[in-house]
């Protein structure tokens, strides 16, 4: 009995010496960036997981299993799985190759066509916008999270200061009812006012939240990937733990299989409806994170021949995965509480916050142990929410460390992220007064909805058409030693941008103003919200006059041409994968790395020294599974 204390130790051992040191084996040298100057991940795993985490976000949990059951149920399964493979999964490789040939983030890699580095900029725009009020979800789930450290959960009845004479306990069946989950929500946790232009006062234990998340985001990104890295180990696995216990939990239930059935059963005739196909378009499009920067991003630390078709297909089928799983246990625990009530589940079901501060916590305090269950679930929503705000800051933190590429800016990278954290929570200090949840809905609809598509839109057109498709199947395979599958070719150039935009005219042809509950927004707010949105996609064309004037050129054709060339620094961000076209030009302030049996004789050969011979070397360089490089000795 006594071996098993010493296995367990000795397996704790190798995986804490083996994440810290970028998964080495104890024993074995370290492994050092490919990059470094600017860094890589320590490894595929931690790209992956943190792709994961931020792709997989509090829409899979709150808006999915929604548009399901609205949508017909298990035929909505259909065409979402049909814009999965036709856009979905194409536009996330379109990304994610792009980040990664030239190792730059969302300003940079428009060295491909300076004209359209507006598109970048559009990016940072529409990932401010969200980053400043995804936080503000998450820090509402840290102050659920700490009010669930109870014996009573305090939404469970109705015998509280802030309950008005409407509200009507879970245990009482009433068709027409205010819960008292619902009168915690809006007349405790937010004092809702009556109205967007009255801010009222400022939630104090919410802007306490708001600073408890701002700073767990710092702290994670303090060291950029290299910390998040290792953070998103727990952060994009644990949520698959709590959703597993809150599934087992849900599906014991009586009237959890009532609750599956309504989320799955299939209505077939609603496949003829365009809004279904508008809908699953729109929720694939949206809940991977295209064009909000955040993927080229990430990708542009990862080694330059990483397999990102690979990575493309499995975080993408990962994602819509966990979408599925969601509803599973989202329903389950909705035909309990409607199967309780006596009510059909679509009087319980819900979306957005309404469902993640209402109707579920309500549904949990049925439960035995009800606060056990309340803290996972907030847990597994504060998890959900990091993992994508992680990637939201760091885009930002990149591009602009990216911009301005100097030795100080980079080796100080901490301290941009630290000004980022600080700007982002002082933005979000009005969301936490009366008024707050208004604008957080309003820019939840408008600030990163149609300028999503329209910036994904004008990415595809110029690199598929202004770029050229040929060379960018020329640098893929490159990179990854294989040109894109047909299929994906086809995608890239004709099936994503029409799908794009049928997603474009679809929210046009659809839109309706926005609402919350029984409120009405004002115009002057609307116009605020289109506003918003327009000022991601304005900074495509102010930029691309401004390049065009600045150009070179007699004429404004001239000037137009000479703007849409890619720049002489465009390609690899490494000497050493500049081949082919890319061989007589390159940044001349990018550090080429050196090899590993180059820094073993540091000081007895250096690469300015020896050219002539560090190419003979490099053309026997053998590149392992991990992305290590070893030089076999040249026999002599």
């Not at 309780?340 to 993640?356: I, R, T």
């Amino acid at each position: 009995m006594r071996v098993i204390p010493v296995n367990i130790n000795i397996f704790i051992s190798f995986v804490c010496v083996s994440v810290f040191q970028n998964g080495a084996v104890p024993g074995e040298p370290v492994k050092k960036d490919e990059n470094s100057r600017r860094g890589n991940w320590g490894n595929q795993i931690e790209f992956v997981l943190t792709s994961v985490g931020y792709a997989v976000g509090l829409g899979n949990v709150w808006r999915f299993p929604y548009l399901c059951y609205r949508n017909g149920g298990g035929a909505f399964m259909f065409p979402y799985f049909i814009m999965l493979v036709f856009c979905g999964i194409p536009l996330f490789f379109l990304e994610l190759s792009f980040g990664q040939f030239t190792s730059l983030g969302c300003l940079g890699v428009w060295k491909v066509s300076p004209m359209f580095k507006g598109v970048g900029y559009g990016m940072m725009v529409v990932s401010t916008y969200i980053g400043i009020y995804y936080n503000v979800v998450i820090c509402i789930a840290f102050y659920y999270f700490f009010m669930s450290m109870t014996n009573l959960l305090p939404w469970t009845y109705c015998n509280n200061p802030w309950n008005t004479p409407d509200c009507t306990g879970v245990m009482v069946n009433r068709t027409k009812r205010t819960s008292p989950s619902e009168e915690y929500w809006r007349n405790y946790v937010l004092n809702v006012s009556d109205g967007i232009g009255n801010f009222g006062e400022v939630r104090l234990p919410i802007l306490g939240c708001l600073a408890v998340s701002w700073v767990v985001v710092f702290l994670c990104l303090i060291r950029g990937v290299k910390s998040s890295g290792k953070v998103v180990y727990f952060t994009a696995t644990f949520p698959y733990v709590v959703l597993t216990i809150l599934f087992i939990r849900g599906i014991t239930l009586e009237g959890a299989i009532s609750g599956i059935k309504y989320y799955l059963t299939p209505q077939w005739e609603k496949i003829l409806d365009a809004k279904v196909w508008g809908d699953a378009a729109s929720q694939i499009f949206y809940s991977l994170g295209c064009a909000w920067g955040g993927l080229i991003t990430m990708a542009s630390y990862n080694k330059f021949h990483n397999n990102c078709f690979r990575d493309s297909i499995i975080i993408s089928v990962t994602n819509c995965g966990t979408s599925v799983y969601a509803g599973f246990v989202i329903f389950s625990i909705l035909g309990f509480m409607a199967n309780h009530l006596g009510v059909d589940v679509s009087e319980v079901a819900d979306h957005g916050p309404g469902l993640a501060f209402v109707a579920y916590p309500e549904a949990l305090t049925l439960l035995p142990i009800s606060p056990l269950w309340s803290l996972l679930f907030f847990f597994m929503l504060i998890l959900l929410g990091l993992g994508t705000q992680f990637c939201l800051l760091e885009t930002l933190v990149t591009a602009v460390v990216d911009e301005i590429g100097t030795d100080w800016i980079i080796k100080n990278k901490t301290y941009v992220t630290l000004g980022v954290a600080i700007v982002g929570f002082l933005l979000g200090v009005p969301l936490t007064t009366q008024a707050g949840i208004y604008w957080l809905l309003l820019m939840d609809n408008y600030a990163a909805s149609f300028s999503l598509v329209v910036i994904s839109c004008i990415m595809c057109i110029c690199i598929m058409y202004v770029y050229g498709h040929k060379n960018y199947f020329k640098d893929v395979e490159m990179m990854l030693g294989f040109p894109p599958p047909l299929f994906f070719r086809i995608c890239w150039r004709y099936v994503s941008p029409f799908i794009i935009t049928f997603i474009l005219i679809f929210t046009v042809i659809q839109y309706k103003p926005i609402t919350y509950n029984d409120y009405v927004y004002p115009r002057w707010s609307l116009v605020i919200g289109f506003a918003m949105a327009l000022s991601s996609v304005i900074c495509i064309p102010i930029y691309a006059l401004f390049k065009i004037a600045v150009s070179e050129g007699s004429t404004f054709l001239e000037r137009l041409k000479n703007s849409v060339k890619p720049d002489p620094d465009w390609g690899p961000a490494l000497q050493e994968h500049r081949k082919g076209r890319y061989a007589t030009a390159g940044p001349e302030s990018v550090e080429v790395c050196p090899l590993k049996e180059e820094l073993k004789d540091e000081g007895k050969e250096k690469l300015k020294e020896k050219e002539t011979e560090q190419k003979d070397e490099m053309g026997l360089t053998i590149t392992g599974s991990n992305g290590s490089t070893l030089n076999p000795t040249p026999s002599a």
